[in-house]
């Protein structure tokens, strides 16, 4: 989501769904997401509805008895009042409201895992599925095969993690093989991570490393690089051994290369020019 009134309008949003999901239990919460995915799914197929959802010129009590017209009795609710305070909200394009109405639905899903105390594991597990997936080609080619038929992507994960991850992981990972929203699976699980994250008010760190870190590493890593953010980190080390030494480390779109292979890489370079 790149526009700024958008990118508002979704901190707007998420305080009201954080507000409505305070009284809601942990069905309730599963109720909620699901609720406003499926009119997220709508609002892809049907675009003249999305259009006037999302039209600014539109006032917002129009657009507010629309949702209600479209969605009363077939949502509950909890989500029908987020659904009021998402339409009532400026968004840039009819993309962005669907776009935001999807992370709403992922917001509640991590709160379940948020008030359980799951919510690391879920997200540490979500990254690795990911780094996974990257190392497997043939894997990555049927998740992102959107010509082919959803049904054998959501198995595929399900065969994959069955037993094997917490429920609310092989979920997320499920409706992300269902629906990559265009983009490539991997790109949908680096989401998943950063939202997670961003429950707990952290940013992400991918550290690739030639060998694993021990407990003191990781410890002296997180505090400096927390020092730099200004903010927690959540470090995920993934193991490289064509790095030959040092660190290679990504947060966001900036990237720390400190890895032998990388200095190689910029010597051969000037080299080069």
């Not at 080609?137 to 994960?157: Q, T």
């Amino acid at each position: 989501m790149q526009h700024l009134a958008s990118r508002q309008s979704l901190e707007s949003v998420t305080d009201s769904l954080l507000s409505t999901a305070a009284n809601l239990d942990d069905t309730g919460l599963r109720t909620v997401g699901q609720d406003l995915k499926s009119v997220a799914d709508l609002l892809n197929r049907e675009l003249a509805v999305r259009r006037a959802l999302s039209d600014g010129s539109v006032p917002a009590a129009n657009k507010t008895e629309l949702v209600r017209r479209l969605f009363s009795g077939k949502v509950g609710d909890p989500a029908l009042r987020v659904l009021e305070r998402v339409v009532s909200a400026d968004w840039s394009t009819g993309r962005d409201l669907t776009e935001a109405l999807g992370r709403l639905s992922r917001t509640a899903q991590f709160l379940r895992a948020e008030r359980s105390g799951e919510l690391d594991d879920v997200e540490d597990q979500i990254f690795r599925f990911g780094r996974i997936i990257e190392g497997n080609p043939e894997l990555s080619a049927a998740l992102d095969d959107h010509s082919g038929n959803r049904d054998d992507r959501i198995a595929l994960v399900d065969r994959l993690l069955a037993n094997k991850a917490h429920p609310l992981t092989v979920e997320m990972l499920m409706a992300l093989a269902a629906d990559p929203g265009g983009r490539s699976f991997s790109f949908g699980v680096d989401q998943l991570v950063q939202e997670a994250a961003q429950r707990k008010d952290k940013v992400v760190a991918v550290v690739s490393s030639p060998v694993d870190l021990s407990g003191e590493q990781l410890g002296r890593l997180n505090a400096a690089l927390a020092k730099i953010y200004r903010r927690p980190v959540v470090v995920h080390v993934q193991v490289e051994p064509g790095l030959l030494g040092g660190l290679e480390i990504k947060v966001g779109d900036e990237v720390i290369d400190g890895s032998v292979a990388g200095r190689l890489a910029e010597i051969r370079s000037r080299l080069a020019g």
